[in-house]
């Protein structure tokens, strides 16, 4: 674990959202338990997370919305759900629908868990990473970035985007020198 990794542990049961902060602490990792998820929403922006631990069933909001809404405010902080009531259509929905990077079951494994948030930590730094490099890209470029790293060639981003071929590599030159990408491939493993 990194020294910067934290993580926000939701559980409206006090006692277990206690004891998996205290897991992580122990650990090496900055965590803290919130009750609620509207208490996170609410201080969120305040200060961020890599990796949000939520349980799925849970008051007025269950982890699912709750991931929804995190997620309009940070796309590139990690989720692990939780649940004691384990099923395969939340786990399924967990990843495919909420992004999650893993549905784990009460009591949950130590190593599993770990071994979790080290992964989520690094997504999410990758994810702001790429953010931040790609921050000042215009919205032109960012139109030939993202066709680019589709693997388009310039005469066909050129052709989508009704511009010249020079006109496009122009733009492909300060995509590269605004990312610090020095090609190509760098800049698909950038988006990927």
Not at 18 to 43: H, K, Q, T
């Amino acid at each position: 674990m990194t020294d910067a990794t934290s993580v926000f542990v939701v559980d409206d049961d006090r006692d277990l959202g206690a004891s998996v902060a205290r897991l992580l602490r122990r650990n090496g990792v900055a965590a803290e338990p919130f009750l609620d998820p509207a208490m996170v929403i609410d201080v969120y922006e305040a200060g961020m997370a890599q990796c949000i631990v939520t349980d799925v069933m849970m008051g007025d909001i269950d982890g699912f919305a709750f991931a929804d809404r995190i997620r309009a405010l940070d796309p590139a902080v990690a989720i692990i759900f939780m649940t004691a009531w384990p099923t395969t259509a939340n786990a399924v929905d967990s990843v495919r629908r909420y992004g999650g990077l893993d549905y784990l079951e009460k009591p949950i494994d130590e190593a599993r868990l770990l071994a979790a948030i080290h992964e989520g930590a690094a997504w999410s730094h990758t994810r702001r990473d790429v953010a931040r490099r790609t921050a000042t890209l215009t919205p032109r470029e960012r139109q030939v970035f993202d066709l680019l790293v589709q693997g388009h060639p310039n005469k066909v981003v050129a052709d989508r985007l009704g511009l010249s071929p020079k006109t496009i590599e122009d733009h492909r030159a300060a995509v590269i020198a605004k990312t610090g990408a020095n090609g190509l491939a760098q800049l698909i493993a950038l988006a990927g």
